[in-house]
């Protein structure tokens, strides 16, 4: 059974860190493009981040860029979401995606909260 498991969410303060992680099995993890997005109630689900199959090329949305790294260990079957400099406006509910050609597989998300 395919499994996306993300985790790392929580509180934290404007200018702080979080690093999300999201835990695969069921399907074979290094073919697999991995993406995070990101949704608010009553607003759209956004993209925020994507890796590579292998890792060798990454992609951000234009407000994370500079502030956000996503990263993966195959080894692991583990894609990360490494995020500095958080504004209130990051808070929302992260997803983990797993993407190869027809397939798509998605987590359950982990909550993030950036308040003051």
């Known amino acids: 059974q395919v499994q996306l498991v993300e985790s790392g969410g929580g509180l934290v303060q404007p200018g702080g860190s979080l690093r999300l992680s999201c835990a695969a099995s069921?399907?074979?993890?290094?073919?697999?493009?991995m993406s995070w997005y990101r949704q608010v109630l009553g607003k759209e689900r956004e993209s925020v981040a994507s890796i590579t199959s292998n890792g060798d090329s990454t992609n951000y949305a234009d407000s994370m860029k500079g502030r956000f790294t996503i990263s993966r260990d195959n080894a692991k079957n583990t894609v990360y979401l490494q995020m500095n400099s958080l504004k209130p406006e990051d808070t929302a509910m992260y997803f983990c995606n797993a993407r190869m050609l027809w397939r798509s597989y998605w987590g359950q998300g982990t909550q993030v909260t950036v308040s003051s």
């Open positions: 069921g399907f074979t993890f290094s073919r697999f493009v």
